[in-house]
């Protein structure tokens, strides 16, 4: 049974804050993926990874970056918070069937 | 990149119904079409799932269509039950490739 888990549940940031989202898969996998999601918007791809070191940019990868130093970890940062990334963070791993994290709702005030 | 849209975006059935969900996709190389239910509070979860080789697939109650030549997919759920209602997502992938574009969702509400 593939584990995804995410460091918080709920964040409250301020606007200009540095953020930092974790994600840690349990099942080896080489792809990870960080999707925001947001009402009427569906799931929408920030930055994914094929490998330790490897990113690549998504549909929406403006104001965010990643690191993964580690297979089974991989975070999402945030170099300065503003109000309309105030929304769910949402991260997946696999392969065509994708595994999701149970999400960070993050509000930036 | 591709665009995949969704339709409609709220479904209210009677219990015992039938659901369908349209689904339509823009670059033709797609072919990878998942369908995944996300219950209130709950993460998203694969529900079925089809290949561009495959033009339907069944799953119990549930059942996917696919026409590759006018770039639409479709849910089909019969016999619907209160445990159905939840949002429902569309997907797309490419060849050789594990990104997904998603659709928009569809709030599928099931009256008892």
């Known amino acids: 049974d593939v584990k995804v888990t995410q460091s918080s549940r709920y964040l409250v940031k301020r606007t200009g804050e540095k953020v930092f989202l974790e994600c840690v898969q349990d099942?080896?996998?080489?792809?990870m993926f960080w999707y925001r999601q947001d009402p009427g918007l569906g799931l929408r791809l920030i930055y994914f990874?094929?490998?330790?070191?490897?990113?690549e940019k998504g549909d929406i990868p403006e104001g965010y970056s990643v690191s993964r130093e580690k297979k089974e970890r991989f975070s999402l940062i945030l170099e300065s918070a503003s109000t309309n990334q105030t929304s769910m963070y949402v991260c997946?791993?696999?392969?065509?069937?994708?595994?999701f994290g149970p999400g960070t709702r993050l509000t930036v005030t | 990149g591709e665009n995949v849209e969704q339709h409609p975006s709220t479904l209210s059935v009677q219990e015992g119904d039938s659901a369908v969900i349209k689904c339509t996709y823009s670059?033709?190389?797609?072919?990878?079409f998942p369908w995944y239910k996300q219950e209130l509070g709950k993460r998203p979860q694969l529900i079925i799932d089809?290949?561009?080789?495959?033009g339907e697939k069944k799953d119990q109650r549930i059942a996917v269509t696919l026409n590759k030549t006018a770039k639409h997919f479709s849910l089909h759920i019969t016999e619907t039950q209160p445990e159905d209602s939840a949002v429902y997502f569309c997907?797309?992938?490419?060849?050789?490739?594990?990104?997904?574009?998603f659709g928009a969702g569809t709030t599928v509400t099931v009256r008892a």
């Open positions: 089809i290949r561009s080789n495959v």
């Open positions: 997946g791993t696999g392969d065509y069937e994708q595994y």
């Open positions: 990874s094929y490998d330790v070191k490897m990113k």
């Open positions: 670059d033709s190389a797609s072919n990878y």
């Open positions: 997907a797309a992938s490419p060849p050789n490739d594990y990104k997904l574009s």
């Open positions: 099942m080896d996998h080489e792809n």
